[in-house]
């Protein structure tokens, strides 16, 4: 079924959107992801409805279909394979990566898709620590939790950064706080103040309350 480039991006949306949220997506919270107006989006949402992708009622919130939902993980497998790809085989920044991904998730075909992943021996997680959906339509599931949730002098190794706005990725990228880092609070100043952190053991940097909310770490066992 040919699909416009417009209906992936809303279930593409509407998929991270429902991972946010217990209740379905509201259409502001659609609108605002979506960068349209709230007339724009519920417009769209009844012919996504009509197409059987979702499923749509106004004042109770929009999911996807089963139909919707493999759509979806269909294009965030090829955005998150292309970012890797950017960065591992043409040398993109990984501040980079999300801008070039978004214009060309939409173009690739099932062969180029099965292509890159093998060249980059089938990867689970994007540049930025996203997990990249299996081509079968599965999004891995790993174990990770907010920086903000560790106890002090408790030793995590960086897994994911969700914010993936540029200039946020090469301030990260300055302070040696990347995906694989291995880190620690020193210092927490009460009132979401900023967090002291060790990293690698080796240096100490500072950051605010908001951008340790988007380093997701696993914790490091002992031993």
């Known amino acids: ?96 990566v999300h801008e070039e991904a978004e214009k060309l998730e939409h173009h690739i075909s099932e062969q180029f898709e099965d292509k890159i992943a093998e060249m980059l021996n089938n990867p689970i997680v994007d540049p930025h620590g996203d997990p990249i959906p299996t081509k079968e339509g599965v999004m891995p599931v790993i174990d990770s939790e907010p920086l903000t949730g560790l106890s002090l002098d408790e030793e995590s190794i960086i897994i994911r950064v969700k914010n993936q706005d540029p200039e946020l990725l090469r301030y990260l990228e300055e302070q040696g706080l990347i995906p694989g880092v291995k880190i620690k609070i020193t210092k927490k100043e009460p009132f979401n103040g900023p967090f002291q952190l060790s990293i690698e053991n080796e240096s100490f940097t500072t950051i605010g309350f908001a951008i340790a909310e988007d380093i997701y770490v696993m914790k490091k066992e002992n031993g």
């Open 1 to 96: 079924m040919a699909r416009s480039q417009s209906v992936e991006d809303y279930l593409k949306t509407i998929y991270k959107l429902e991972q946010e949220s217990e209740k379905g997506v509201s259409t502001s919270s659609l609108a605002e992801g979506m960068g349209v107006a709230n007339a724009s989006v519920t417009n769209m949402l009844k012919r996504l409805s009509a197409m059987g992708l979702v499923n749509y009622e106004s004042y109770y919130g929009t999911t996807l279909t089963a139909a919707g939902e493999k759509i979806a993980l269909e294009i965030i497998r090829h955005h998150r394979l292309i970012e890797l790809y950017l960065k591992e085989m043409l040398g993109y920044s990984w501040d980079e």
